[in-house]
């Protein structure tokens, strides 16, 4: 097909929740896309509701709210073809949890009314490939395509057809449609087949870190291989499922048939993408892809988006940040000195006999740094009436009279909950806001937090990076967003720790019990590797001297541990702790931010089995440890 289409793209700003509030802001941009000459306007997929919203999809209110904003939109559909995602729905059916049929659906409007593929008992797309893994769960609320082709007793190639608009036969797809590379078909090369001049895909798709880098791979070669302009729109914004907070960056471009691209609006931010685009596949419109790939400036914008887009979400004006010296509170707090005025931003040093004068100097730096409020408040008196009310208690039961003792390791979690539960608590309320969770990726996995500790908090805005990044994060906040040093040097070069007994004194040089730099990749390869390993993995590379490689350890394994023994009672060690109480604990933890793979929440589903071993485990520490 010759000549071309002005089709704008509009990655907005969607809210989960909102219909109406929505619609009324696509209204006044179909209206002023009409205005400007534009003969196609895209919306995201779920523009109109949001996307991620839990079960509130039972409440047949809410989806009536949905279906009325979707006929505002049909009827503004005048001297313009709209597009835009929402709930699709069918009264008269049901799903087969018993509620009624609900379809993840993409409506085309032209001259107030709906367009849907030619041969669809509906006036709209429906969503066919239903992703079930990480975050995603759409197959809990929504039919698709395969599930009704069997029901009507139809091939599904029968309902996969172009939207024949008055000008084009419009291929449209959602999001999961177009990365085809796992499932038994492909809805592109089936619309394709059929005749499309170009492609649509609505997307409703999370930051993760790299993400883009793979969608640019493999929607320019669908582009390519199809020889037609394939556009891709997606939203901005902030979602949540409850235990995970996910952002959404938009990246929305165009795809020219050579697999060149039109990049749309910055990431993060509401714009629009207006392109003359040529029919037909021929003709080159775009610039070469080139590379998507993240880097520790994405990192930051992703996290300083996500946590002041969340605090709006909750209504919080006024933060307090534990600062303890060290580099994950000072990067939670440099994170927050460029949301929050410093008037509103409020850190917190809370010494015990066992914290040094060098980390609650740098405590004091930071603030200072920061240019915010600080205050110190000790915890000695506090901890020592703890160990006075609970030491030696007199228990009466039916073996006779026992007493408690609360050991000197006990007193460690006593002081870390003091410190959250009493002071950080406390302070927030007189403060007027709400306290943070400090905790990064490497110590949730492992649990090394004190649950009604240093685990509590409003969000957990570090809990999806691993110590490294963490500091990655500083340094970059440091050079290239503060550019002065705002977080101390001396944060990055003190040796961790919780600063709870002598056994942890920096000035000595002690601190946590892991080594980073390996347990972060040892971690990563339970946790974000697609094909997740286990410990019977992780023996086995060790037998065939893959491991450093396998988990990306850029030293020798064999220079941290004396003797392979060694080396498989640590891997027991944190192994029990990830799958034993570290499990409660990231159960009860706060919302976690999700800026990479397998964030824990809901990207990371978990159940309380306690730790298990294969038995080739068994057989394979055997031959280590003979």
Known sequence: MSGSVRIRLVQMDVLPGRPWENTERMLAHVNTARQAGIEL??????????????????RPA?????????????????GIVVMFGNVGLDWHKRNEDGRVRKYNALFTAEEGRFIGPTGSPYPFVIKTLMPNYREFDDSRHFFDTRKLAAELGRPVTDLITPVRAARWR?????????????????PLKILSGAGADFFVNVSCSPFTFNKNHKRNRVFSAAAVALGRPLAYVNNTGLQNNGKTVFTFDGASCIYDGQGNRVDGPPAFQEGLLDCDMPLGGTKPFGSPSGTLENGVA????????????????????????????????????????QILPPENLLLVNMPSRFNSPTTINLARVLARQLGCGY???????????????????????PAGESRLALTDFLLENVQARDRSSRVLAGVA??????????????????????????????LASLADLWKDEVYA???????????????????????????????????????????????????????????????????????????????????????????PAAFVADLERWWNHYQGLGVAKRIQAPPVLAVKRRAYGFDHRESQMGPRYTRRYQELKRRITA
């Open 473 to 563: 994060v500083g340094r970059y906040l440091n050079a290239e967003v503060y550019g002065r040093e705002v977080i101390p040097e001396g944060s990055f070069t003190v040796v961790p720790s919780a600063e709870l007994s002598p056994a942890q004194a920096v000035d000595e040089g002690k601190g946590d019990p892991l080594v980073y730099p390996y347990h972060d990749r040892l971690f990563r390869s339970w946790v974000e590797d697609w094909n997740r390993a286990t410990p019977e993995d992780i023996l086995d590379w060790y037998l065939d001297g893959k491991l450093e490689n396998r988990i990306g350890y850029g030293g020798a394994v064999k220079d941290l541990f004396p003797t």
């Open 375 to 397: 205050a110190e408040i000790p915890i000695e008196d506090s901890v020592r009436l703890t160990r006075t009310q609970i030491d030696g208690v007199r228990i009466q039961g």
């Open 298 to 337: 994405d990192l930051v914008a992703a996290l300083r988006y996500g946590t002041g887009r969340f605090m709006k979400l909750c209504g919080v004006e006024r933060v307090v940040v534990g600062a303890s010296g060290g580099i994950d509170s000072a990067v939670v707090a440099a994170i927050y000195g």
């Open 62 to 78: 809410f989806l009536r709210e949905c279906e009325a904003c979707g006929e505002a939109l049909r009827e503004a559909a005048r």
């Open 170 to 186: 419009i291929g449209g797809v959602l999001c999961e449609d177009a990365w085809d590379e796992d499932y038994a078909f492909s």
């Open 429 to 458: 309320a007189a403060f007027g806001g709400v306290f943070t969770c400090n905790a990064n990726k490497s110590e949730m996995t492992v649990g090394y937090t004190t649950l009604y500790g240093d685990l509590g908090g409003y």
């Open 41 to 58: 306007v895209a919306f995201s997929e779920m523009a109109v509701p949001g996307y991620l919203l839990g079960d509130e999809w039972e």
